[in-house]
């Protein structure tokens, strides 16, 4: 066999070093960031808006809490959420 068919990764010139930056899921606070700015934006709202200060910072701390505990399983568990419940039941009896 030939050296004209040997793959890339034994080629010289053909390996980029590629930051780990760039595979890692982007979390805000441990939370996956949509999530953790949705949170957020509901929590000020019912805090500030409503002055319900109390209620707001609870439901801040639980959601992030979730999110946290969520995103350190799968930091992709919203994505997959969404296209779970988008999916029709096919096979339901």
């Avoid at 979390?27 to 996956?32: D, E, I, K, S, V």
């Avoid at 999530?35 to 805090?47: F, K, P, R, V």
């Avoid at 002055?51 to 946290?68: I, P, R």
Wanted: aromatic letters at 8%; one cysteine or more.
């Amino acid at each position: 066999m030939s050296d004209h068919y040997a793959p890339a990764s034994l080629l010289e010139g053909f390996e980029v070093p590629i930051h780990s930056a760039l595979g890692a899921p982007i979390l805000l606070g441990g939370a996956p960031r949509g999530i953790a700015i949705l949170n957020g934006t509901l929590s000020a709202a019912l805090g500030l808006g409503l002055q319900q200060w109390l209620a707001g910072l609870g439901l801040w701390a639980l959601g992030h809490s979730l999110a946290v505990f969520a995103g350190r399983h799968d930091p992709d568990f919203a994505p997959v959420i969404l296209r779970h419940l988008r999916q029709k039941g096919w096979f339901t009896c």
